[in-house]
């Protein structure tokens, strides 16, 4: 279940702080808590715009650094973004995927939103070394590289790169109005088995630039091998998502 986009702002969102001078709670607490609250319990919806610092400072009549210390405090929790030209944001709803072998487009349909597909790259190339072991090719065979930006409502989620041999790779048309797996299927090709690995990383300049993150924001990845149902090589990826939307969940028994 996905709650629905908040509507345009024309001011930011402004939740009432009493400041308590005489408290020994410190300022910069007093002022984080009480929006903490106001996120977690739904008060302040997922991406709407909150006030920065500065306002903050003038409106509560305290330093630059204390209001600055209780953004970050929201920052470090997870709950805010800050970016250039955007404002502070409550974080955008999260996508909890499970562990499980499946595309995100489809994963995203049947939560019930509707991802959008940006296509950065669609080349015919030479396979590397890297990607022929994967793909099980001869170094130097024609593999389709794609790499696609993957959004969810207006916020871009996460870079898809992805190796498949020519012959069963989608066009660029294709790719634009669906998931990668689906347009396999359509081709007959049903990915059974997966092997992947989860890791994670700072994210460089231009993945920054492309999912609206701050220069070295925390990055989770998956690279993942995939393989039809007589156990042959279909498609090799290297994914990165943002950490502050995106998050893997898995059940473990004891």
């Known amino acids: 279940m996905t709650s629905e986009p908040p509507m345009p702002q024309s001011k930011p969102y402004i939740l009432q702080i009493e400041v308590d001078r005489d408290s020994t ?44 210390r209780a953004m ?41 939103v509707e991802p959008r597909t940006s296509v950065l790259t669609w080349e015919v190339e030479s396979a590397t070394p890297g990607v022929a072991a994967a793909l099980n090719l001869a170094v130097g065979a024609d593999v389709v590289h794609m790499r696609r930006l993957r959004m969810l409502r207006d916020e871009p989620l996460a870079i ?25 299927r359509e081709r007959g090709i049903r990915v059974s088995i997966g092997v992947q690995q989860i ?28 393989y039809d149902e007589s156990h042959k090589p279909v498609e090799f990826g290297m994914h990165v998502y943002r950490a502050s939307m995106y998050s893997y969940d898995q059940t473990v028994i004891a």
């Open 25 to 68: 709670i410190p300022l910069h607490a007093q002022i984080a808590e009480p929006l903490a609250a106001a996120i977690e319990s739904g008060e302040i919806t997922p991406g709407t715009r909150i006030e920065d610092e500065v306002s903050m400072a003038e409106r509560l009549k305290v330093s630059r650094p204390t209001a600055r």
């Open 72 to 112: 970050e405090t929201l920052t470090n929790r997870g709950l805010i973004v800050r970016r250039r030209g955007a404002g502070t944001q409550v974080t955008p709803t999260r996508i909890h995927r499970p562990m499980a072998l499946s595309s995100l487009n489809d994963d995203l349909e049947k939560s019930g």
């Open 160 to 184: 898809l790169t992805n190796w498949l041999p020519s012959e069963i790779a989608p066009s660029l048309a294709e790719l634009e109005s669906g998931g990668l797996y689906a347009r396999l």
């Open 199 to 226: 890791g994670a990383r700072l994210a460089t300049q231009d993945e920054a630039r492309l999912l609206n993150e701050p220069a070295g924001a925390a990055l989770l990845t998956m690279q993942r091998t995939a």
